[in-house]
T-cell receptor, first 113, second 115 residues
Framework: QKEVEQDPGPLSVPEGAIVSLNCTYS??????FMWYRQYSRKGPELLMY??SSGNKEDGRFTAQVDKSSKYISLFIRDSQPSDSATYLC?????????????WGLGTSLAVNP | EPEVTQTPSHQVTQMGQEVILRCVPI?????FYWYRQILGQKVEFLVS????????KSEIFDDQFSVERPDGSNFTLKIRSTKLEDSAMYFC?????????????FGDGTRLSIL
């Protein structure tokens, strides 16, 4: 079983839609969960960062972690064309500050005006 | 906002040649990382570096790879004898020191093309 699984899409939505992105994972030792956004020919840009289970909201973005189901989600409200990018989930164990990230494949999102 | 800077943005090298990829991490950060992303594949961890030594490395990071922080600001990745399969985007990341967990901040990467 792969450590982190993420549907690559592509996902195409109209402007203003609510977008739901998700990842599943197999390693129960993962404690830190991140969502990065990556535009074409750019590096990953941190969007959301969550420790353990629960929800975190930042503007139009909400991250959810369900450790019992080994499932994380990112919701984007009122999606904009500028949200068109690849969204990568990443996670790591609680192993001090040298924490390698394990990544999903990324979901390609297109928000159509 | 401070950022991680990587140079060059694109490097084309003949197979068998040595290549050095350069990174300037965020100035007050103490932990440094290299990742790579082969086209169409996941981002993969290569190595982490702290206090002038490797903290952890992956199976990919074999004897052909080395890292160095030569002057207190740059962080380099060297590939001694490049192979075709080394063609990928290489990303540098850094985090601050101190207690607690800190997210990694990434540069825009170097696209390495091996001919």
């Amino acid at each position: 079983q792969k450590e982190v699984e993420q549907d690559p899409g592509p996902l195409s939505v109209p402007e203003g839609a609510i977008v739901s992105l998700n990842c599943t994972y197999s390693n129960s030792a993962f404690q830190y969960f991140m969502w990065y956004r990556q535009y074409s020919r750019k590096g990953p840009e941190l969007l959301m960062y969550t420790y353990s289970s629960g929800n975190k909201e930042d503007g139009r973005f909400t991250a959810q972690v369900d450790k019992s189901s080994k499932y994380i989600s990112l919701f984007i409200r009122d999606s904009q064309p500028s949200d068109s990018a690849t969204y990568l989930c990443a996670m790591s164990t609680n192993a001090g500050n040298n924490r390698k990230l394990i990544w999903g494949l990324g979901t390609s999102l297109a928000v159509n005006p | 906002e401070p950022e991680v800077t990587q140079t060059p943005s694109h490097q084309v090298t003949q197979m068998g040649q040595e290549v050095i990829l350069r990174c300037v991490p965020i100035s007050n950060h103490l932990y440094f990382y290299w990742y790579r992303q082969i086209l169409g594949q996941k981002v993969e961890f290569l190595v982490s570096f702290y206090n002038n030594e490797i903290s952890e490395k992956s199976e990919i990071f074999d004897d052909q790879f080395s890292v160095e922080r030569p002057d207190g600001s740059n962080f380099t990745l060297k590939i001694r004898s490049t192979k075709l399969e080394d063609s990928a985007m290489y990303f540098c990341a850094s985090t601050p020191g101190g207690s607690g967990n800190q997210p990694q901040h990434f540069g825009d990467g170097t696209r390495l093309s091996i001919l």
